[in-house]
Nanobody
Framework: QVVESGGGLVQSGGSLRLSCAPS????????MAWYRQVHGIQRELVAQ???????LYNESVKGRFTISRDNAKKTAYLQMNSLKPEDTTVYYC???????????WGTGTQVTVSS
């Protein structure tokens, strides 16, 4: 339902840009967000952007990561700068498609930051 791209291996201090978009037609997209896996199975919010562009960030990425969206392309981006080894994990995109909160999730993209 969601196609993610942009993960990979980068050195500490480097940058990556993640992208995600629905793989099927969706009439309206509400929030778009990136989560990442922590503690093996949990997912924590990394960044979220609403339909009107309001953003929310995890404290640990503020000032380093920037979320944006292109509503015409129905695509969300996560620009990740000054990456740290502790940012290494799987990142998931979540696309909310109705006001009650129903959402599609991507299968995840691996980000690895070497020290």
């Amino acid at each position: 339902q969601v196609v993610e791209s942009g993960g990979g291996l980068v050195q500490s201090g480097g940058s990556l840009r993640l992208s995600c978009a629905p793989s099927r037609s969706i009439a309206r997209i509400y929030d778009m967000a990136w989560y990442r896996q922590v503690h093996g199975i949990q997912r924590e919010l990394v960044a979220q952007i609403s339909m009107n562009g309001t953003t929310l960030y995890n404290e640990s990425v503020k000032g380093r990561f920037t979320i944006s969206r292109d509503n015409a392309k129905k695509t969300a981006y996560l620009q990740m700068n000054s990456l740290k080894p502790e940012d290494t994990t799987v990142y998931y995109c979540k696309i909310t498609f109705n006001p009650t909160g129903s959402a599609y999730w991507g299968t995840g993209t691996q980000v690895t930051v070497s020290s």
